[in-house]
């Protein structure tokens, strides 16, 4: 495969074969020989041969070998004559991360830290196939959770119309409906909600290490030495049973319409075929229950640190963004808008300044966007960059990136040892099993440090803080 140098932070595979479009890496030299070799680069190839496909098929720093469109993985298709494909958003369907502020300084959490993950872990169910039994939902709640998202949880309490206002696109997709959602999936929705999940779902409490940009800090209202807590969850075992039914539909869909693919795992449909419609009202039921999924989480989050610290410590939520979702937008390509459904697969928005989806408070500075990195090290806090707008779709990577399989980390790590090794770094970590883990070892993931200067040197996001973990709660 060739692969040409565009500059520092940017690769290009030129169009070749059935590739309708190049494809473009963004990477540093370091990032890009670690996976020159690597079968996420076909993968990028392959999304490059889609009908309708516009611009370039797009791969960000924290690229990996993912189901169909690699994990971090962006493309668009033209709404009259593209295709949606499952692959290009995922199993765990609006996977994201949210944001909430504090009120309070490293100082006034340190001999707290046991109660409050002790409390959180009490809290929020956390692991494979935990459930939620003071939360079962019927099943005209599981039709309002997928119709309208956040907006379901605060209007049982919990939560602010605040939290909706500071949520993408308001924490509800529109179009999400049960019609093409199977009695399987609804069941799995009923007791989980509100529920953390395993893999690398996280709560964390973290303290803020690092002010890049001042004036965006404080617009986001960061400060160095405040406390956060960020939730990565998505929408559980109802969003994944929704990809794989559909997956199975559009596979009987692809070779009906007769698109022709480099990779089975790519199935597609016309976006406006009546298989296309239904897996992305579907798609967006499932991402409008992990909106809420988070809102709930928020919710429980508030009520521990109100138990701990009393009832007027505020946890404002400063953002809250999805990735793995497929969204109607509009562009401008080549000087005129265009109608495009965006895939982004382990990826997320990053809108600059300016944007009218941004909120208020923050359209002057640009989105918030969170990239976590493994629970031994640190996150970063940026925000969207104009030049996102112009090369990818508004799109910015969603993490450090795996380096190492779950497999190989397993051989490589156990469990015990890491929680010891982190003990030492001050960090406290809760887990429903030792096995995620090992799974999640900071060593299975990139720097995500290299991760972050390649996206703001490219001019995609600009670094805004970094905030180190002092409590870690995995499934």
């Known amino acids: 495969m060739v692969i040409e140098r565009i500059d520092d932070f940017r690769w290009r595979l030129p169009r070749h074969g059935g590739m309708r479009v190049d494809g473009k ?64 958003v995922g199993y765990d369907i609006n996977c994201g991360v949210r944001l909430l502020t504090t009120d309070l300084r490293a100082k006034d959490v340190t001999r707290h830290l046991t109660r409050l993950a002790t409390e959180l872990f009490q809290a929020v169910p956390a692991g494979v196939g935990r459930k939620r039994d003071d939360l079962r939902l019927s099943q005209k709640d599981i039709r309002s959770v997928a ?6 949880a605060v209007s049982r309490g919990l939560g602010t119309a605040g939290d909706l206002e500071h949520t993408e696109s308001a924490g509800r997709i529109k179009g999400g409906r049960l019609d093409h959602v199977s009695a399987r999936a609804i069941e799995r929705a009923a007791n989980q909600l509100g529920t953390l999940g395993a893999g690398n779902h996280f709560i964390e409490i973290q303290r803020v290490h690092r002010i890049h940009e001042e004036h965006v800090a404080a ?18 075992g109802f969003g994944y049973q929704i990809c794989t039914d559909h997956i199975r539909a559009l596979d009987q869909a692809t070779r009906r319409y007769g698109i022709k693919l480099p990779d089975r795992q790519l199935v597609s449909a016309p976006i406006d075929s009546h298989e296309g419609r239904a897996y992305l009202s579907a798609m967006a039921a499932a991402a409008n229950f992990g909106f ?24 404002r ?23 495009l459904c965006v895939h982004r697969k382990g990826a997320t928005r990053a809108f600059g300044p300016g944007h009218p989806e941004i ?7 640009g989105q918030p966007v969170f990239i976590p990195g493994d629970m031994g090290r ?23 990136g795996r380096v190492m399989s779950r497999k190989r980390a397993l051989r490589a790590r156990r469990g015990e040892d890491l929680l ?34 390649t996206v703001h040197n490219a001019g995609l996001a600009v670094r805004v803080a970094e905030l180190k973990p002092l409590v870690v709660l995995k499934g």
């Open 25 to 88: 890496i963004f990477a540093s030299a370091a990032l890009f020989d670690a996976i020159k070799d690597d079968p996420c680069l076909g993968q990028v190839r392959n999304v490059a041969h889609l009908p309708g496909i516009v611009g370039e098929s797009l791969a960000m720093p924290d690229i990996h070998w993912g189901y169909g469109f690699p994990i971090g993985g962006v493309a668009a298709f033209d709404v009259d004559e593209g295709v949606v494909s499952p692959g290009g």
């Open 147 to 152: 119709e309208s998202g956040a907006a379901f």
């Open 219 to 236: 617009a986001f209202g960061l400060a160095i030495d405040q406390i956060v807590i960020t939730i990565h969850t998505g929408s559980r």
């Open 292 to 315: 809420a999924n988070r809102q709930v989480i928020s919710h429980d989050v508030r009520q521990v640190f109100g138990s701990v610290f009393g009832p007027m410590t505020k946890a």
């Open 317 to 339: 939520l400063l953002y809250d963004v999805a990735h793995n979702i497929a969204k109607l937008e509009t562009h401008d390509i080549q000087g005129r808008p265009r109608r």
């Open 359 to 365: 909120p208020a408070a923050y359209r002057n500075v």
């Open 378 to 400: 640190r996150s970063f806090v940026l925000a969207g960059r104009a030049g996102a707008l112009e090369e990818s779709f508004g799109s910015c990577c969603h993490g450090a």
């Open 420 to 453: 010891r090794e982190l003990a030492k770094k001050g960090i406290k970590v809760m887990s429903a099993g030792r096995r995620t883990l090992a799974e999640e070892a900071p060593e299975a993931y990139k720097d995500v440090r290299e991760v972050v200067d």
